[in-house]
């Protein structure tokens, strides 16, 4: 509500008491709440996210990965076309609209089907391949909200675009492998192939067979699933088809030649490199245009959370319209992963303490304060202030709590005399200096003490 309207209802609102006394009453306003399964990523977490970020940019760049990032929003055919119209992604948890132009369009809810788009688009089939991108952002379904499932949350992603090779699935699983193994979360990565056109058929087939005479066992979801997906029976949580799917036929069992051999090579390149992973043969994933090798990271207290997932696309850049470019990639869940860190309580490092202290007193004082600032920052030391505050008691309480090193007190008698005190707030010791050499005399005294103060060219 704009203030004006707020005014106006105040006004409308006016009546007389029976003194004859103008009375205002005021509607109560109800404060505006968050959109179910949205939340605020408040000051106090970013120190976790800024070390997630810090550390994916670190990997991008060891394994040469480029950043792309794409609009969140995009055409609805783009994902309805990748991702599958039989996947509940498609089926339930699109945020989708028509825009002002009659546009048909989405939230992300994953990012490959916007990296494939762009891939087509920008014409990167003609850079040397394979073209290995990264990104970090946001994602969007309308799944039920619980822990560790949000409406709108964060992934890393890492994409491999232009290699058939096993080579690229190996090294994608590397990274992650890594990646984890360096934020010191305990995960195991969880490994299978789901086939591709010529071979899954046939096994979608022998599914059919299997579960068609159980198919009262199955859950609701699961006995639509039967029809026209029934891989997804094998990963649904429910109790009743995870038994079942513990007899059922497995993918491997009907790999074609060229499928075998790249799930053959895969795991040879990883038991090189001596990695542990768990063959996993329920793991299906939930989107569609997955092809051969399909891939997880668990963790969490019970080793089943999942905190990142992808696989290999060999179809999806031709289906979308572009060449045949084989391709393979994963997400990693990043509120999950941030919350495994604070329940392991993994240190991030957090943003260092201000160098120094700015106090002043009285107007005139406060006045030159702020130029004086501004030749602090521009030499690289990180001044906090509380121009505000009137007390020197009150400024240098704040000055301890910040755990500054040094604050500079400018008062008016200083100020009349040129000079400005500078406190060493670890013994209390103060001196008076010259306040046109205070920004060098402080300079000297902050590399005393060793600190990172940066230098500003
Ligand atoms: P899940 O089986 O947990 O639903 P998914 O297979 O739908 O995961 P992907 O599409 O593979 O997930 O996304 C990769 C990662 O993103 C997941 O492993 C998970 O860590 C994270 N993720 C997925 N959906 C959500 C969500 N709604 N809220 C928070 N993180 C999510
Ligand atoms: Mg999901």
Not at 298 to 307: A, H, I, N, S, Y
């Amino acid at each position: 509500m704009s203030l004006s309207t707020m005014e106006k209802e105040k006004i409308d609102k006016q009546d007389k008491s029976a003194t004859g006394e103008a009375v205002i009453k005021v509607k109560k306003i109800i404060p505006p709440q968050l959109v179910r399964g949205m939340r605020d990523i408040l000051p106090t977490e970013w120190s976790w996210w800024n070390f997630l970020w810090a550390q994916v940019q670190e990997y991008a760049l060891s394994y040469s990965f480029e950043r792309i990032e794409t609009p969140i929003l995009e055409k609805t055919n783009l994902f309805t076309r990748a991702i599958g119209s039989t996947t509940d992604i498609v089926e339930k948890e699109m945020y989708s609209f028509v825009d002002q132009s009659e546009d048909h369009l989405s939230l992300r809810p994953e990012y490959t089907a916007g990296i494939a788009r762009a891939y087509i688009e920008h014409g990167m089939l003609s850079l040397p391949q394979p073209v290995k991108l990264y990104s970090f952002g946001q994602l969007f379904r309308h799944e039920r909200p619980q822990a560790g499932r949000f409406r709108q949350f964060w992934q890393l992603n890492f994409e491999i675009f232009g290699e058939a090779q096993a080579t690229a699935d190996t090294q994608l699983i590397l990274l992650a492998a890594a990646l984890f193994e360096n934020l010191k979360l305990p995960v195991t990565i969880q490994i299978n192939s789901v086939g591709c056109q010529a071979c899954r058929p046939a096994y979608k087939q022998a599914l059919q067979d299997y579960y068609k005479t159980k198919r009262s066992v199955l859950c609701e979801d699961c006995k639509r699933r039967l029809q026209r997906n029934p891989l997804r029976i094998l990963d649904c949580k429910q109790e009743e088809c995870h038994e079942l799917a513990k007899n059922a036929p497995q993918m491997v069992d009907f790999l074609c030649e060229i499928c075998k051999n790249h799930f053959t090579r895969l795991l040879e390149y990883l038991d090189e490199v001596e990695l542990a992973y768990q063959l996993n043969p329920y793991l299906v994933r939930g989107l569609d245009y997955y092809t051969r090798t399909v891939f997880e990271v668990w963790g969490g207290d019970e080793g089943k959370t999942v905190l990142a997932g992808g696989g290999r696309y060999d179809n999806l850049v031709s289906e979308l319209g572009g060449q045949p470019t084989p391709s393979v990639g994963f997400g990693g869940g990043v509120e999950r992963i941030i919350n495994e860190l604070k329940v392991r309580q993994i240190a991030v490092p957090t943003a260092p303490a201000p160098d120094l202290f700015l106090a002043c007193l009285g107007e005139a004082s406060r006045k030159r304060a702020f130029k004086l600032f501004e030749d602090l920052r521009r030499q690289g030391i990180r001044v906090a202030e509380s121009f505000t505050k009137e007390g020197l008691k009150s400024q240098l309480e704040i000055a301890n709590r910040l755990g500054v090193k040094f604050a500079l007190v400018l008062g008016q008698k200083e100020l009349m005399d040129g000079t400005i005190i500078v406190r060493d707030m670890e013994n209390g010791i103060q001196e008076i200096v010259d306040l046109k050499k205070v920004v060098e005399e402080v300079k000297k005294r902050l590399v005393a003490r060793q600190s990172n103060i940066l230098t500003v060219s």
